[in-house]
Each structure stands twice: as C-alpha cells, then as structure tokens.
T-cell receptor, first 113, second 109 residues
Framework: AAGVIQSPRHLIKEKRETATLKCYPI?????VYWYQQGPGQDPQFLIS???????DKGSIPDRFSAQQFSDYHSELNMSSLELGDSALYFC????????????FGPGTRLTVT | GIQVEQSPPDLILQEGANSTLRCNFS?????LQWFHQNPWGQLINLFY???GTKQNGRLSATTVATERYSLLYISSSQTTDSGVYFC???????????FGQGTELSVKP
C-alpha cells in the first residue's frame, strides 16, 4: 500500500539559511499534518491543512510557513534557520480531519550547523 | 488543552517476557493512536483505538474512553520490539495529535 512520502530524508543547512521540506500524502487523503521532534523529545504539532486550507496551527515559529497545493502535497518552508531547528520533521496524512487515523511519513532529519 | 501521560518512562525486559504500557489522557479524545519509534526514527502505526480492544499478533491495545486511559500489551517480547512507544490523543476538529512522553523499551536477549 502507498505510504506518505517525504523528501529529502536528510538535510544539512547552515545557520540563517532556508530549507524546504516536501510531503506527498497517501492518495485520496485530504488532510496533512506537520510535526517536529527534537532530540529525546516527543513529536510536537506544527500546522495542518484540510482541503488546501490551513486547518489548525500549533507552536510553529513565524520563520516557518507551509501550504498545501492543488495535488494535496504540502511544503514546509523554513527561513533564517537556527541551531535549535535541528530536528526530525514528520508529515502525516489522513482521510478527513478530527478523529481520523493519521499515517506518518519516514521523516526528514534536518541538521543546522 | 489535552495532556497525555505515559508510564513507565523506561522498561527493560528479558526476551520472552510480557509487558503493559499505560497512557492516561486529561480530556475526552476523538482519536487515540499507539506508535512504535524504531532506532532509525520511523514512527510505525500500531493501533488506531479511540475505544475498545484490538489485537495484532503479539500486540493488543485497549482504550477505556470513559475513564480516559489506554493500555498497550506486548506479549512474548522480542529484541526487535525495542524502541520508544508513544501514545497520542486527538480531541478537536482540527485533528492534531498530542503525544505522550513515550516509554523507552529495551528487550535483552
């Protein structure tokens, strides 16, 4: 069965650079979520989209922005990167929002040096 | 907002032993999921279980929504079961999941 695809899988950036993470949800899934997991921590919700509209927002820094495109894929744009942004970034998708099972991608490991 | 608490934080087992992991949540949830995070960082879906009981091989889970807790049972543990187990609850129309702090399981041969 098709799974959530994330690219790139690994990314190394320097401070103050920008990064773009991409997420391709499971076919027919209309909802995408982004989570950030710092070292030794649990995943924290960043932002979600339902039918290409922002659905919910968590503790996402103003330096980050995201959108969902017409083909339902999503991109997380991160600017002015800081050392503390080094983390594992997960994308998840679901068929519907609010109570539906979320399926997670393999994650993008971002290292900021 | 909802809070999710897991216990125990760490667990060391001998191969073949059974274990029970617990997840308490502070408010009613419309979603409850259990995940296994393997040493490579991947989050593997184990159960979607807002209520009731499910079984999948050596693993089973029970959620008692009215009492706001969920249990994950691992029987006949294997070294490949090692890793961190997370439960996560969702409670609003937006659907975001709130994760517990995880239980780090180590199964020794």
């Amino acid at each position: 069965a098709a799974g959530v695809i994330q690219s790139p899988r690994h990314l190394i950036k320097e401070k103050r650079e920008t990064a773009t993470l991409k997420c391709y949800p499971i076919p027919r899934h209309d909802t995408v979520y982004w989570y950030q997991q710092g070292p030794g921590q649990d995943p924290q919700f960043l932002i979600s989209f339902y039918e290409k509209m922002q659905s919910d927002k968590g503790s996402i820094p103003d330096r980050f922005s995201a959108q969902q495109f017409s083909d339902y894929h999503s991109e997380l744009n991160m600017s002015s990167l800081e050392l503390g942004d080094s983390a594992l970034y997960f994308c998840a998708s679901s068929l519907g929002r609010g109570g539906y099972e979320q399926y997670f991608g393999p994650g993008t490991r971002l290292t900021v040096t | 907002g909802i809070q999710v608490e897991q216990s125990p934080p760490d667990l060391i087992l001998q191969e073949g032993a059974n274990s029970t992991l617990r997840c308490n949540f502070s408010d009613s949830v419309n979603n409850l999921q259990w995940f296994h995070q393997n040493p490579w960082g991947q989050l593997i879906n184990l159960f979607y279980i807002p209520s009731g009981t499910k079984q999948n091989g050596r693993l089973s889970a029970t959620t008692v929504a009215t009492e706001r807790y969920s249990l994950l049972y691992i029987s006949s543990s294997q070294t490949t079961d090692s890793g961190v187990y997370f439960c996560a609850g969702g409670y609003n129309q937006g659907g975001k999941l709130i994760f517990g702090q995880g239980t780090e399981l180590s199964v020794k041969p």
